[in-house]
């Protein structure tokens, strides 16, 4: 009887869970689609280089996100 070891894709799972959770707190923070997207993009990049695991890349991504439309919002920063 022989063994067959079946391919199953753990780190792409894992990074499109990273990446949904980047989006999803981000619409929830107010931002549009596309910058949601992005930011998901971004930490998603991050996690699959393997500079970040899937709990600080979502973390990091998050408190940026939070910062930045803190500054929005208090008129301290904006964009171009």
Same mark, same amino acid.
């Given at each position: 009887?022989?063994?067959v070891?079946?391919?199953?894709?753990?780190?792409?799972v894992? /990074? +499109? /869970?990273?990446?949904?959770?980047?989006?999803? +707190?981000?619409?929830? &923070?107010?931002? %549009?689609?596309? %910058?949601?997207?992005?930011? +998901?993009?971004m930490?998603?990049?991050d996690?699959l280089?393997g500079?970040?695991?899937?709990?600080?890349?979502?973390?990091?991504?998050?408190? &940026? &996100?939070?910062?930045?439309?803190?500054?929005?919002?208090?008129?301290?920063?904006g964009?171009a």
């Amino acid at each position: 009887m022989s063994a067959v070891l079946l391919h199953f894709p753990y780190r792409r799972v894992r /990074a +499109a /869970a990273v990446a949904e959770a980047v989006r999803r +707190a981000a619409v929830r &923070l107010g931002y %549009h689609q596309h %910058h949601a997207d992005n930011a +998901a993009a971004m930490a998603r990049r991050d996690f699959l280089s393997g500079r970040r695991s899937a709990a600080a890349a979502i973390s990091e991504m998050n408190d &940026l &996100l939070r910062t930045a439309m803190r500054a929005i919002r208090t008129g301290e920063g904006g964009g171009a």
